[in-house]
């Protein structure tokens, strides 16, 4: 009986240690260590039942957005609270009032969903920073439309002088895959008035911090990346099933995607369809090298959409490649570099030119959806490389996810024999011969 125990014991720390590690990195994003998004409740103004509180959704993610239809947060109220009125967003459902003190409240719900206001809204319904149809920012895209607030007044306590900060906050931007912590009292908030001149501290300020989770959003990766170079004609495609797998019937040319087959019939019209493929992805990202110059290199990198059903706005594109050490030139797309832990390689952020190419069109029968740039590279020879597939990228996200890489023992290589950065011996040879024979030419 010892002996089992001695050996079972060690397995079950093991066990719980991995399942420690998979927790942490499933949440914990190297290329973004500091990322979340914060909600902040900050108590402004005090009333003789209760309190006005603005109420502020704040993007840390560096790269990932929250895109359509927008954001959407809840929480359990702990006192039998009611929101009174509310500016700058709704509550998705009243609930039922006390039609003798609280018939014209905004909400009574004891968890109520609060969403976010269209830009077209009634200029009385607004507050600062509110109404984009819940649409926020990555930070290091656009930092001035990386949060969204909205005011509320919150009444029902009876004159009590103590309040206690909502529970059991949920996120929704816009599906699955956040978990908010509680929601906690911290320092108050502090914020500038008269132009700078004098600071303004709010009563009581409570905040969650919410991270994201890809396996808690999606089964399946939603993008996939393809390879190619101009020293090979082979074509790296995506790996199959890299999103799910397609019918059996291959003459099919539309499919569901595989993330929505537990729908219900009346929602299968919402869901994704794309073009059937042996990746069934809705969105490919390509990497072609495509020269190698002297002192430069220069690679084209098109993004396709296979979603007939979706438009990508305000998409993005994160890259991890050591040839970002160097400088380079970017021409159809904004970019920039991003800090990281714990990486040797660069990382870089790309997205679309406003009113140009920052929507990425949804495909149709004839044609797909893609934007596409090149970016130049400079060289450092002591690094740059074109054997072991150097030139291709580490790995690539669209949209804050991860997409589904092809194995390195399918990338395209070097002919057998062929030289990355010289040519041979004996061409310099030849050629040096025939500039010898003809300068001799010309002087006889």
């Excluded at 209760?50 to 954001?71: E, M």
């Excluded at 905040?207 to 999606?218: E, R």
């Excluded at 390879?227 to 199959?240: G, H, I, M």
């Amino acid at each position: 009986m010892k002996i089992i125990i001695s050996y079972v014991r060690p397995s079950v720390l093991m066990l719980l240690l991995l399942l420690s590690i998979c927790t942490f990195s499933d949440c914990y994003d190297p290329l973004d260590p500091k990322g979340n998004i914060t909600v902040t409740f900050d108590i402004h103004d005090w009333r003789s039942d209760g309190y006005a509180a603005r109420v502020t959704i704040q993007n840390f993610y560096q790269y990932r957005h929250v895109d359509k239809p927008g954001w959407n947060i809840g929480w359990s109220w702990t006192n039998e609270e009611i929101i009174w009125s509310m500016f700058g967003a709704c509550a998705t459902k009243q609930g039922e009032c006390s039609p003798v003190k609280y018939g014209g409240a905004h909400s009574c719900m004891p968890n109520p969903v609060i969403v976010d206001l269209m830009p077209d809204a009634p200029p009385v319904n607004m507050s600062e920073n509110c109404c984009r149809g819940g649409l926020i920012s990555a930070r290091a895209i656009d930092p001035l439309r990386s949060f969204s607030s909205f005011e509320m007044t919150v009444v029902n306590l009876d004159g009590n002088s103590t309040v206690y900060p909502p529970a059991n906050l949920t996120l929704l931007a816009p599906g699955p895959g956040y978990t908010c912590g509680p929601v906690v009292e911290t320092t108050p908030t502090v914020s500038s008035d008269l132009g700078g001149r004098r600071q303004v501290q709010v009563y009581k300020t409570w905040k969650s911090t919410c991270t994201y989770s890809t396996f808690l959003a999606s089964k399946t990766p939603g993008c996939c990346v393809s390879l190619s170079t101009f020293y090979n004609p082979q074509v790296t495609a995506c790996p199959d099933c890299s999103c799910g797998c397609r019918d059996a019937d291959q003459s099919t040319v539309s499919c569901v995607s595989s993330e929505v087959d537990s729908l219900p019939l009346s929602d299968v019209e919402k869901a994704g369809i794309v073009q059937c493929t042996d990746h069934m992805c809705p969105v490919r990202v390509h990497w072609h090298v495509k020269n190698n110059y002297m002192d430069h290199w220069r690679v084209k990198m098109t993004i396709s959409n296979y979603n007939y059903k979706k438009n990508y706005s305000d998409w993005n594109v994160l890259v991890q490649h050591p040839g970002f050490k160097q400088n380079s030139t970017t021409f159809s797309f904004n970019s920039t570099l991003l800090p990281t832990a714990g990486f040797a390689d660069e990382v870089a952020l790309f997205w679309g030119l406003q009113a140009y190419n920052n929507e990425l069109l949804q495909a149709d029968q004839r044609q797909l959806g893609s934007v596409s740039t090149e970016i130049l590279f400079e060289k450092d020879s002591g690094m740059f490389t074109l054997r072991n597939g150097w030139a291709l990228p580490r790995r690539i996200y669209f949209g804050g996810e991860e997409c589904a890489m092809p194995l390195p023992d399918t990338f395209p290589g070097l002919p057998n024999g062929s030289s990355c950065t010289k040519p041979p011996r004996y061409l310099l040879l030849l050629l040096l011969t025939y500039m010898t024979f003809k300068s001799l030419a010309s002087w006889l």
